[in-house]
């Protein structure tokens, strides 16, 4: 659902929004969901304002249910040290508003709760899990030593035990008599969304490359990384180390550690989508 912009990025809306809207009204919380949203708005403009000053465009901000996403076209093709700065500049700038809300001598229940919202957003956010801002700078992080694919894995990981432990949370908490469904909704929403970030990997190998592409035309030069792999590993195992800030060049060793053979990405890439091909038959 459009919203309009703000400060020239398009603001969406999802559609089972308004749901969250009519039952927050009902429920006498329409105050506090009004400063969440303020909140969440400019968390979310901030990640897209840190976007635009290292050269990367936003499509759009989209609030949902349980947060908000700031979709960018390129988010995949994104150096390591753009894509930790992006994701912390959502928690910096909410920890930055609420710490204005605290002394600036406003006051207010509208004031508190978006104290409480802005807080609660740097807070959460900065959790080591994907698909959180956290996790996403801390995978980044590690790209260079673990590529892109294997931290991933890892962080997803983190973010689907995270959701779980959300989830047991309630279940502790309904057996000492209080239920409370947000814990449940979240922590399901946390396993998927950690869930849909492993579908983007074949997605990421393959734009990485294409971003690669386009930085050395306008570039000129590209730094390499060579990796050493065990002959016959298989391409997924070496896929898995594909970072997106160089380009990386495979010597196949034998058991002696002797040079037995070389590849590229592209030959990399291939072996990946024919194991994929073979698998589906």
Known sequence: IPLGTLMGVPLRMHGAFPV??????????????????????????????????????FEAIELMPFGGVAQMDTALSLRPAQEALIALSGP???????????????????????LRASLSLALC????????????ALRAACTHRLGRARATRVFVCVGVGLGILVALLGVFAASRGVFNPLLFLTGAYLVYAALKEKETLAAACLEALHGRAARLKREGALPVRLVAME?????????????????????????????????????VLVRCLAARADLGR
């Open 20 to 57: 969250l809207i009519a039952a927050a009204v009902f429920l006498g919380h329409g105050r506090t969901l009004v400063a969440s949203l303020v909140a969440l708005s400019l968390h979310e403009l901030s990640h897209a304002l840190a976007a635009r000053a290292v050269g990367q465009r």
């Open 92 to 114: 910096a700038a909410s920890l930055l508003l609420s710490m204005l809300a605290a002394v600036s001598g406003l006051s207010g229940p509208l004031v508190r709760d978006f």
């Open 125 to 136: 956010n900065l959790l080591p899990a994907l698909p959180l801002d956290g996790g996403r």
């Open 231 to 267: 002959q016959g590993a298989p391409p997924e195992r070496m896929a898995a180390r594909l970072t997106s800030g160089s380009y990386c060049l495979f010597l196949l060793v034998d058991e002696n550690l002797r040079r037995v053979g070389a590849m590229d990405e592209g030959e």
